[in-house]
Antibody, heavy 119, light 110 residues
Framework: EVQLLESGGGLVQPGGSLRLSCAAS????????MSWVRQAPGKGLEWVSA????????YFADSVRGRFTISRDNSKNTLYLQIISLRAEDTAVYYC????????????WGQGTLVTVSS | QSVLTQPPSASGTPGQRVTISCSGS????????VNWYQQLPGTAPKLLIY???QRPSGVPDRFSGSKSGTSASLAISGLQSEDEADYYC???????????FGGGTKLTVL
C-alpha cells in the first residue's frame, strides 16, 4: 500500500525558515517524480515544486522560486522541501504527491502538513 | 488567478448528470493531458481522472473525462450525495515548466 506521510509544519515567524519532509512507502521511490502542492486556507490547490526520480531535474512555481528548495534522499525514501524567507502568503497545508509518470498527474497524496506564518 | 479556468460552483439533484468545464491554453491543455481531482471536505485530493479520460482503479464509472483542443470536461452521472466535494482540473504547462491547476469547482448535491 502506497503511503506518503508529511511532517515538519508548524508556526513560523515571517522571515523564518522551515524544512518539510515526506516519508514514502509502498512503491519504488526512486522510480517516480514527486511534487509538493499547497493549499491556503479556504483556497484552491497550487503546485509548488517537483523533482525527478534521480534528482537531476527540479521545477518551481514562479511564486516560490528562489525561496524554496526541493530535494530527495532515495536511500531514505524521503522527499524534502526547504523554505526560507517565509511570508504570510506561504501559510497553507503542504501536500506531497507521487507522480504517475509521463506528466499524467498525481496518483497518491499525503495527508498534508500545515505551515502557518505569523508573528 | 488560476491558469486553468473552472466555474466556481455547480449543482445538481441526485441521479442527475452534471459537467464541470476546464479551460486552458495551447501550452497546457492544448499540448498535455488533463487530470481531475476530487477533494472531500477536510481531506487530501484524490485522483479521479488521468490522461484526459482514464479512471484509476476504484473510481466509479459514473465519472468520465474528455478533452477537446484547449478545454476539458468532467462529467458525473447518477449524481449521489457523496459526490459533494471540490473538483480540480490540472495539466502540465510547457511554457511555465510546471503543473497548473484550475481554481476548483464546488459541487453541491441539492
Amino acid at each position: 500500500e502506497v503511503q506518503l506521510l508529511e511532517s515538519g509544519g508548524g508556526l513560523v515567524q515571517p522571515g523564518g525558515s522551515l524544512r518539510l519532509s515526506c516519508a514514502a512507502s509502498g512503491f519504488t521511490f526512486n522510480n517516480y517524480a514527486m511534487s509538493w502542492v499547497r493549499q491556503a486556507p479556504g483556497k484552491g490547490l497550487e503546485w509548488v515544486s517537483a523533482i525527478s526520480g534521480s534528482s537531476d531535474s527540479s521545477y518551481f512555481a514562479d511564486s516560490v522560486r528562489g525561496r524554496f528548495t526541493i530535494s530527495r534522499d532515495n536511500s531514505k525514501n524521503t522527499l524534502y522541501l526547504q523554505i526560507i524567507s517565509l511570508r504570510a502568503e506561504d501559510t497553507a497545508v503542504y501536500y506531497c504527491a507521487k507522480d504517475i509518470g509521463g506528466l499524467r498527474g498525481f496518483d497518491y497524496w499525503g495527508q498534508g502538513t500545515l505551515v502557518t506564518v505569523s508573528s | 488567478q488560476s491558469v486553468l479556468t473552472q466555474p466556481p460552483s455547480a449543482s445538481g439533484t441526485p441521479g442527475q448528470r452534471v459537467t464541470i468545464s476546464c479551460s486552458g491554453s495551447s501550452s497546457n491543455i492544448g499540448s498535455h493531458t488533463v487530470n481531475w481531482y476530487q477533494q472531500l471536505p477536510g481531506t487530501a485530493p484524490k485522483l479521479l481522472i488521468y490522461s484526459n479520460n482514464q479512471r484509476p482503479s476504484g473510481v466509479p464509472d459514473r465519472f468520465s473525462g474528455s478533452k477537446s483542443g484547449t478545454s476539458a470536461s468532467l462529467a458525473i452521472s447518477g449524481l449521489q450525495s457523496e459526490d459533494e466535494a471540490d473538483y480540480y482540473c490540472a495539466a502540465w504547462d510547457g511554457s511555465l515548466n510546471g503543473w497548473v491547476f484550475g481554481g476548483g469547482t464546488k459541487l453541491t448535491v441539492l
